[in-house]
């Protein structure tokens, strides 16, 4: 008798309906060929797979969007780092003496037009460098500015305006600027315009005498071509002195009297204690006419004015718009707008087709960077103490006398 399927495999289903019979199926060889005259077996079905549970496949995609999410913070971190690295390496650049462009922003005319004049301000008392400190007015670094003009190309601007407010300061960065703009005009073959914004005294005449073509604002002052050497004090029958945190002072009333002990002659020279000697005036009043005789010569050169007509017809006179372009000291006046214009024009431009940029502060990235918050070229404003007193650090307010090309008492500015 064949096998029953409870005898082949007692895996295999049965049937469910009572009183059922096993149904025969037909028993195959060691070959695996069905005997003659039965049919062989179907193979059997492929077992069937479970489909994950809704937590399985959430599980799984929770998963999933996890790892994506690492891979995704892990690869920001990496981009992140290496933007780290890379502007480490400015930064141990620009500390190791290489200066960087300044930012630039338009402040006159359409942002995309095709001409670009470049403007660079002198507000201020004209120190020399960043060394000089700061003051508790505004002030500008004349090398740092140079600096900045030296560095624009032929290809990078259309011309230069140089924007002036300045009582005048230091000679060499007075000069300094002056001898940028010519390299300027002389690298680039491009025309400069000099603006003056209210004032422009002493050094700012030196600063700006070079250029192409000078104009001056509604209600300025332009002049005082002259130097001065001090300040130098002399006190008489001191009688006491304090030298303390929170001392007055000096007493003069007799009785006391402070000496310099010293060697070689003269060097001693300002002791507030003794008059100046005849022969000390004359050797620094000699080098005074050196300094005050170039200041001369150069803008007589620039501004086609006879030296003796500067020496003894305007002196260090101070002059109003039209007293100064009688003289020869500006060109004429014009408004912001309409300088701007002449700029164009004075460079072969149509004032349509021309925006004016000028140096902007460091972006903020920058300054996290350890950049400065202020415009390149101006100085930083003087801070104060825990008792509300000045902290003055410029070297016109706390250093040696020195030869100023400044226009009346620079004690203001340094909180005197």
């Known amino acids: 008798m064949p096998p029953t399927i409870d005898e082949r495999d007692p895996a295999t289903p049965q049937s469910s ?85 300044a930012n630039y922003r338009t402040i006159w005319g359409k942002a995309d037009a095709p001409h670009t004049l470049r403007a660079i301000n002198v507000n201020g008392t004209i120190m020399t460098d960043a060394s000089g400190g700061s003051l508790l007015a505004s002030g500008a670094y004349g090398y740092e500015i140079a600096a900045l003009i030296d560095r624009i190309e032929a290809n990078q601007a259309d011309g230069l305006v140089l924007q002036l407010n300045t009582p005048g300061g230091s000679i060499p ?146 002059f109003d718009n039209a007293r100064a372009q009688q003289h020869g000291l500006i060109d004429g006046t014009a408004n912001i707008d309409q300088a701007y214009r002449r700029a164009a024009e004075l460079n072969g431009l149509d004032p349509a087709q021309v925006k004016v940029q000028q140096p902007a502060a460091p972006s903020t990235v920058n300054q996290l960077l350890g950049a400065e918050n202020r415009i390149p070229g101006s100085a930083p404003a003087a801070g104060v103490d825990g008792q509300g007193r000045p902290v003055v650090t410029a070297q016109l307010c706390v250093g040696a006398p020195g030869v100023l090309a400044y226009h009346g008492d620079p004690s203001p500015l340094c909180g005197r």
């Open 173 to 318: 960065g007075s000069r300094a600027i002056a001898d940028a703009v010519t390299r300027y005009q002389e690298r680039t073959g491009k025309k400069v315009l000099a603006h003056v914004r209210g004032m422009s005294a002493s050094g700012g005449m030196y600063a700006m005498a070079s250029s192409d073509e000078i104009l001056a604002d509604h209600g300025s002052l332009v002049g005082s071509i002259g130097v001065i050497f001090g300040p130098f004090s002399r006190y008489t029958n001191v009688t006491a002195t304090d030298g303390g945190l929170l001392g007055t002072g000096v007493t003069t009333s007799g009785g006391i009297t402070q000496y310099y002990l010293s060697q070689g002659t003269a060097k001693d020279f300002g002791n507030p204690y003794r008059d100046m000697t005849p022969e000390e005036r004359q050797v620094y009043e000699a080098g005074l006419a050196n300094e005050y005789t170039g200041f001369v010569d150069f803008v007589a050169t620039h501004r086609k004015i006879p030296a003796d007509t500067i020496r003894n017809e305007l002196g260090a006179y101070m």
């Open 17 to 101: 309906h009572p009183g059922a019979q096993p149904v025969p199926v037909a028993a195959e060889s060691r070959t695996g060929q069905a005997p003659p005259g039965q049919r062989p077996m179907p193979p059997a079905a492929p077992p069937v797979r479970k489909q994950p549970g809704i937590f399985a496949r959430a599980f799984g995609w929770g998963s999933g969007l996890s790892l994506g999410v690492v891979t995704v913070f892990a690869a920001l971190s990496i981009i992140s780092s290496l933007i780290g690295a890379l502007a480490v390496v400015a930064t141990l650049a620009a500390n190791s003496g290489q200066q960087q462009d």
